[in-house]
């Protein structure tokens, strides 16, 4: 009996010793893949969809490639960094409000919240644009960078808006394109009427954007910031390398990685 006894007892620590030992390795698992900076294991990922921003039934999601197209070889046949980005589909007509085009926002409204807006100096993305976007709406059928702001405008009781960025057509179609800087091509501008300055009859560029803002007063905060697309044409693609100032978001199926900018 004692024998028995003593062989399940040894059964029994020889198997939480093995389930300590994948506890352990799990944690260490979920906490790589949270990470933030460069090996960061600390700073959880604050990035997704942002609901709020969302209309129909669009896709951001976190995916492998895209890989080509196909007979596309060389750096622009696969993501800028690592093995993923974040692949964004958007529909044009299909709701029943009006428009009727989707939106989504993929985006972190935690890490950025309070920043000053006069502190973004780089910021822009790598694209993967297809010859069927492009028919669907033209070529500068891009995705943007959006950062709700608070304005902070002397005057102004409005306390909320977006800062936009309308890319130039991506220089490339059906593989990768290089880094497309936000602060010396494309537009910004500014959404909600209350704000009369750099809207889109009036499109500015980053610089002159900040400018705007920068009325002496409090000076205007950042709330979030994201990738989105919408509302306008059908558009499906990716974008990797999210560039903001001297860091590089890297989409990834496991999370957003970090890499500091060379």
């Not at 070529?139 to 959006?146: L, V, Y």
Request: aromatic share 8%; glycine share 14%.
């Amino acid at each position: 009996m004692s024998t028995r006894f003593g062989g399940t007892r040894g059964k029994v620590l020889a198997v939480a010793a093995l389930a300590a030992i994948v506890a352990s390795t799990f944690s260490g698992s979920v906490s790589a893949v949270a990470g933030g900076h460069d090996g960061d294991q600390a700073r959880p990922d604050h990035w997704g969809v942002i609901t709020r921003n969302t209309i129909g039934s669009p896709v951001a999601d976190l995916r492998n490639g895209p890989f080509g197209s196909f007979g596309v070889t060389g750096p622009s046949a696969s993501p800028p960094y690592g093995q993923g980005s974040l692949g964004i589909e958007v529909a044009d007509e299909s709701t029943s409000l009006n428009p009727g085009s989707e939106k989504v926002d993929f985006g972190n409204e935690v890490d950025f919240y309070g920043d000053p807006v006069q502190g973004l100096r780089r910021v822009g993305f790598h694209v993967f644009q297809t010859g069927e976007n492009v028919a669907y709406g033209g070529d500068e059928n891009m995705p943007n960078i959006r950062f709700e702001i608070d304005p902070n405008l002397t005057g102004l009781n409005d306390n909320y808006s977006t800062m936009v960025w309308v890319p130039d057509a991506s220089p490339v179609t059906n593989r990768w394109s290089g880094f497309i800087d936000a602060t010396t091509s494309g537009y910004w501008f500014l959404t909600g009427n209350e704000v009369p300055i750099c809207n889109q009859a009036a499109e500015c560029s980053l610089e002159e954007l900040r400018t705007a803002l920068n009325d002496g007063g409090q000076g205007a905060t950042i709330l979030s910031a994201a990738v989105g697309k919408g509302r306008d044409h059908m558009w499906i693609g990716a974008v990797d390398g999210l560039r903001i100032n001297q860091t590089i978001y890297d989409f990834e199926t496991s999370g957003v990685r970090t890499r500091r900018a060379g």
